[in-house]
T-cell receptor, first 115, second 111 residues
Framework: DGGITQSPKYLFRKEGQNVTLSCEQN?????MYWYRQDPGQGLRLIYY???????QKGDIAEGYSVSREKKESFPLTVTSAQKNPTAFYLC??????????????FGSGTRLTVV | GESVGLHLPTLSVQEGDNSIINCAYSNSASDYFIWYKQESGKGPQFIID?????DKRQGQRVTVLLNKTVKHLSLQIAATQPGDSAVYFC??????????FGRGTSLIVHP
């Protein structure tokens, strides 16, 4: 089955700790994205990558970092600089810029809680 | 515009009724629109899309209507079922093809 896998499903972070959320896709998609979802709000773009070894900041990149060393993988690190990290994090992928967005696929999400 | 808060707009319907969920988009340059369904604790799932050169598109039990004059999008679900209960949100995209997502509407279907 082709798809996009996020892990872990639930993650707990202590104050001052960095944590990394995993996102892997086997859809051969060029582009990958990270979104943050807070209760009652829409999805907000954190970072995106349209090609390996390249990524751009989204609307709320502060306190987050990413890497794109492989086409299949786009991990997100929530650093201690992110003051309010408790949220539901969604990873997505798409065939790439200029292609049909109906291929825009989401993972099942990681719920991060600060303890 | 919508205020930011913890509570989503909610639509409650009876099983078997038709549901209409509305979305106002902001960018007149957007040329591609998508509706997603998100069940609790899960990632959004693609439902249906429409391009700006169309004003209506039908899928299985769903229809999307686009009114570019007033920048309005709607999703109609026929014969709504309890399994349709979820949050529905629209997304708009333009030349960058990175969508902008709306806040969503919670659909509650009563058996």
């Amino acid at each position: 089955d082709g798809g996009i896998t996020q892990s872990p499903k639930y993650l707990f972070r202590k104050e001052g700790q960095n944590v990394t959320l995993s996102c892997e896709q086997n859809l051969n998609h060029d582009a990958m994205y990270w979104y943050r979802q807070d209760p009652g709000q829409g999805l907000r773009l954190i970072y995106y990558s349209q090609i390996v070894n390249d990524f751009q900041k989204g609307d709320i990149a502060e306190g987050y970092s990413v890497s794109r060393e492989k086409k299949e993988s786009f991990p997100l690190t929530v650093t201690s600089a992110q003051k309010n990290p408790t949220a539901f994090y969604l990873c997505a992928s798409s065939p790439g810029q200029g292609r049909r967005l109906s291929g825009y696929t989401f993972g099942s999400g990681t719920r991060l809680t600060v303890v | 515009g919508e205020s930011v808060g913890l509570h989503l707009p909610t639509l409650s319907v009876q099983e078997g009724d038709n549901s209409i969920i509305n979305c106002a988009y902001s960018n007149s340059a957007s040329d591609y629109f998508i509706w997603y369904k998100q069940e609790s604790g899960k990632g959004p799932q693609f439902i249906i899309d429409i391009r700006s050169n169309m004003d209506k598109r039908q899928g299985q039990r769903v229809t999307v209507l686009l009114n570019k004059t007033v920048k309005h999008l709607s999703l109609q679900i026929a014969a709504t079922q309890p399994g349709d209960s979820a949050v529905y949100f629209c997304a708009e995209a333009g030349g960058s093809y990175i969508p902008t997502f709306g806040r969503g509407t919670s659909l509650i279907v009563h058996p």
